[in-house]
Each structure stands twice: as structure tokens, then as C-alpha cells.
């Protein structure tokens, strides 16, 4: 019987084209220099560049393969190895092939356990990497000392545009560190904070960020605990920011306090388009606040009010509101106590207004 050394190539191609893409990739790739001389220009392997092992429960076998795979493999552009709890010497593995890696550009980590020990690693290879621009690490347990070795590499990294750092246990002190190199990094533009442990200290930091940052157009922050004063130092930064476009504030505690001063920029803001405020206790004497910003507003497409209680009085104010604004294309409204009366208010006031489209 012939061995691989002796098979011609066309035998081999069909045998490839009865196994799977992940088995080419992580065995059949490094069995001899032949195979992989004929792999390499098998059509399945040159066109694969996404490789999805979510939730396999992978071990250390199978992430050596990976690593070993990534040392030569030049087609894969996105690696999704979320919820496999991959330990600290295979987190390791990992950012060490990724430093001189030069085609992956998404790597999720999502829900892998992974630590302040572990994000050193992953801060060394960010600092080195020249190709990642999407980096998922949200549901692990960074924490404050994990989040300032990502702030270091922040500082030096010249690719990362996307970081989700959701659920994360990362408080006040790293957000610190933190937004100390969002006023020097020039890159990255998404930044996902949702479900940490950020209080009003953290938002200020984050404020004095918004105010040098010229970069970022995307930050989430719902879920933590901002309250109003921390409101009043975001919105303090975003009166001298020109980029952020998307501000997510769900769930914060920010009350009518807090959204008088977001209201206060909207009204002059140039830039942001969307805004979440859904599940911040707003009653209204808040929307009142926000219903004046709009009338003068030019930029806000998107504005997000479930969930709160801004009652018929709200409506009302929300209604003369939409008779003068011309930019609101997107109102949600569901659940915030409003009967028959604030209905009929909301309904005259759409009359007057061409421009929204979507209303809940």
C-alpha cells in the first residue's frame, strides 16, 4: 500500500474533501513537509479564516494544536475559543504565538477563567502584536490589576480598535488606569465596560478621558454604578469630546439629576448619535430636561428612555419636543408609565414630526 510520501496529489485532495476544515487545520497540516506543501494549496485551507471552538471544552491538547497551527497558518483571521476555561499555561501559549502572528484580527476569550495573571500575557502580546484589531475578554476576572497591564499595552498598541472588557469585576482604581491610556491611545474606538463595578470616581477618570481622547466613538457603560454625580463628570468630558458617537448609560442610578447634565450637552453636542438611558429611575422632570435638548439638538438619532417613569407629564413633554426636532429617527418609550392621556400627547406631537421612524 503507497504511503502519503508516495500518493499522488489528486488522491489526497479527495481525501481532504471528506474531512472537516478544523481537523486539516489542527492534525492533518503538520504530518510531514509533503502534506503541508500539498495543504497549503488545498482550496479549503486556503479559504478558511474563521475557526469557531466556543464552548468545546477544549483542553491542553487541543489548544497546543491551535498554537501550532497558528505558527504557520496564514488564511485565519478570526479564532472564537469563548466559555472552554483554557488555563493559565495555554493563555500563555497563546499570547506567545500571537506576538508574531500576522493575520488574525479577532480573537475572543470570552468566559476562560482568565485572570490578572493570565491578562499579563495577553498585555505582553498586545504590546508586540502588529495585526489584532477585535479583542473579546468579556465574563472573565481581570479586575483592577488585570485591567492596568491592558492599560499599559494600550499605551504602545497600534491596531486594537475593539475591546470588550464586560463583566469583569474591574472597579474606580483600574478604570483609572484605564482612561490614563485612553488620553494617549490613538487607535482604539469600541470600548465595552458593561456589568463592572464602576462608581462616579470611575466615571469622572473616564470624563477627563473623553475630554483629550480623540478616538473613541463607541463606549458602553450600563450596569454599574455610576449614579448622577458621576453623570455630571461624564458629561463634563463630553463637552470637549468631538468623536464618541454612542453613549450606553442603562441602568446606573442617574436619575433626574444626573440626566440635567447629559441634557446640557445634548443640547450643544455636535457628535453623539445615540444614547441609552433606559433603567435609570428618570421621571418627568428629567425628560423634561431632555425634551428642551432636543428641540435644539442637530445630531441625536437614537435615544433609548425604557423602563423608567416618566408618567404622562414626560409624554407631554416629549411630544412638544418632536414637533421641533428634525434628527431623532429612533424613540423607545415602553414602560415608563404612561396611559391613554401621555398616549394621545405622544401622537399629536408625531404628527408634526416627519423624521422618526421608529417609535416603542
Do not use: W
Not at 30 to 57: A, F, G, W
Not at 223 to 242: C, K, T, V
Amino acid at each position: 500500500m503507497p504511503s502519503l510520501h508516495e500518493l499522488p496529489v489528486e488522491i489526497i485532495y479527495q481525501i481532504l474533501d471528506h474531512i472537516d476544515q478544523v481537523t486539516i487545520l489542527l492534525s492533518i497540516r503538520n504530518v510531514c513537509i509533503r502534506l503541508n506543501t500539498i495543504t497549503d494549496q488545498y482550496r479549503r485551507y486556503q479559504t478558511l479564516t474563521t475557526l469557531n471552538l466556543s464552548y468545546k471544552r477544549i483542553g491542553n491538547r487541543e489548544v497546543q494544536r491551535i498554537v501550532n497551527a497558528l505558527q504557520l497558518n496564514k488564511t485565519l483571521t478570526a479564532l472564537y475559543l469563548q466559555g472552554n476555561n483554557i488555563d493559565s499555561q495555554g493563555i500563555q501559549d497563546l499570547a506567545n504565538v500571537l506576538i508574531c502572528n500576522k493575520t488574525l484580527t479577532t480573537l475572543n476569550l470570552e468566559a476562560n477563567g482568565i485572570g490578572p495573571h493570565e491578562t499579563h500575557y495577553l498585555a505582553n502580546m498586545l504590546q508586540q502584536n502588529k495585526t489584532l484589531t477585535t479583542l473579546y475578554l468579556n465574563n472573565n476576572r481581570i479586575g483592577d490589576q488585570g485591567i492596568q497591564y491592558l492599560a499599559n499595552a494600550l499605551q504602545y498598541n497600534k491596531t486594537l480598535t475593539t475591546m470588550d472588557l464586560q463583566g469583569n469585576q474591574i472597579g474606580d482604581q483600574g478604570i483609572q488606569h484605564l482612561a490614563n491610556s485612553l488620553q494617549q491611545n490613538k487607535v482604539l474606538t469600541r470600548l465595552d465596560l458593561r456589568h463592572n463595578q464602576i462608581a462616579h470616581q470611575g466615571a469622572q477618570h473616564l470624563g477627563d478621558a473623553l475630554r483629550k481622547n480623540n478616538t473613541l466613538t463607541t463606549l458602553y457603560l450600563s450596569n454599574n454604578r455610576i449614579d448622577h454625580q458621576g453623570a455630571q463628570y461624564l458629561a463634563y468630558g463630553l463637552q470637549q469630546n468631538e468623536t464618541l458617537t454612542t453613549l450606553d448609560l442603562q441602568c446606573n442610578q442617574i436619575r433626574d439629576q444626573g440626566v440635567e447634565y447629559l441634557a446640557n450637552v445634548v443640547q450643544e453636542n455636535k457628535t453623539l448619535t445615540t444614547l441609552y438611558l433606559q433603567n435609570n429611575h428618570i421621571c418627568h422632570q428629567g425628560v423634561q430636561y431632555l425634551a428642551d435638548a432636543l428641540q435644539q439638538n442637530k445630531t441625536l438619532t437614537i435615544l433609548g428612555l425604557q423602563n423608567n417613569q416618566i408618567g404622562d407629564n414626560g409624554a407631554d413633554n416629549l411630544a412638544n419636543a418632536l414637533k421641533k426636532n428634525k434628527t431623532l429617527i429612533a424613540l423607545y418609550l415602553n414602560n415608563n408609565q404612561i396611559t391613554d392621556r401621555g398616549g394621545h400627547y405622544l401622537a399629536y406631537g408625531l404628527q408634526k414630526n416627519n423624521v422618526l421612524y421608529f417609535f416603542a
